[in-house]
C-alpha cells in the first residue's frame, strides 16, 4: 500500500524503537495506517475518564500571586492529544499538498470532541 | 478525582490579586470567529470566505469575515503558550500522579489546535502547497511534547 497524506496518518508511529516518527520502510513490512484506524482506540481513552477543571495561585511577572485557572489531563488523554498534535504538525509543513481527504469523518468527530472536552474544563471556572 | 487534582498541584501561597475583567478575558480567548468543521450544521465555512486551506486557518475567521493568516495564528498561540507558562509557574506534574495539570491558556491553544486538525481531516477536503512559515507547525509539536514530558513525569507505572 502506498502511502498519501490523503488517506494515512502523517505522524504514526512506525514500527521502531524508542517510539521515534520515522517513513515508512521501503520494503512495505510496515504499511501506512489509515487516517481512521485507530478512532476506536482513541474513542475509548477520551471517554475512559473526564478532563475537569482545576484552580490554584501562581505568581505573576512582578511576583504577586493571583488565581489560575486550569485543566487536568488523564494520561489516556494526554496521549491522544499528543499524537493529534503531532499529526497537525506533520500537515502543516510548508510545500505539503494533501487531498481530496479519505476519511469516514470519524477523526474529524473525534479531534472536535476532544477538544470541546477541553475548553469546557479550561473555561468552567469563567463568568 | 479531587484528591488527585489536589496532590498533582503545588499550592505555594495562598494570597492572590485582582485580575483583568471577565469580559477582557473573554475577548482574548475568542478574538476569531469559529467556523464550520464539517459536523457543526448551520455554520459558515472558512474556505467559503475565502480561506486558503494552505496560507489560512480553516478553523476561524477574523470578525469581519476575512481570513487568518496561518503564521498570525501561530504569533498568536506563541504569546498564550508564553503567558500560559507564567500561570503554571507553581503547578507540578508529580511522580504517579496519574495526570498532567496544564493552565486554561495552554488548555485553549490545543484545543485551537485540535479544531484546526478536525478541519483538515475533513473527507474530501483539498490543501495545496503549504505556503506558510514553520511556526504554528513547530508550536504544535513543541505543545505535543511538552505535554509529552510532563506525562512521562507524571507516570503512575502503566
Known sequence: MTFTPA???MAQRWNQTFGLYGDEPE???DPPVPIDAHVPAWRAAIRSGPVNPSRWTSPDPA???RSVTGVVLPHAHVRVVCDLLHELAKRLRPGL???PIESDGSLNELATELAGMIRAAADAWEP | MFVVVIAAIRFRSSASRSTPSAADERLARQPHRRVANGTVPGMVDAASEGADPARHLLRAVHPDGSPIPLDDEAARLQQAIAAARTDEVGTDNDWRSGVVVISSRRARAIADLLDELAVRLRPGLTVGPI??????AELAASLSWHLHGQRS???DGE
Do not use: N, P
Request: hydrophobic share 30%; no cysteine.
Open chain 2, 153 to 155: 513525569r507524571s507516570m
Open chain 2, 131 to 136: 505556503q506558510a512559515e514553520r511556526s504554528l
Open chain 1, 27 to 29: 520494503d512495505g513490512s
Open chain 1, 97 to 99: 499538498a494533501v487531498g
Open chain 1, 63 to 65: 511576583g504577586e500571586y
Open chain 1, 7 to 9: 488517506r494515512h496518518l
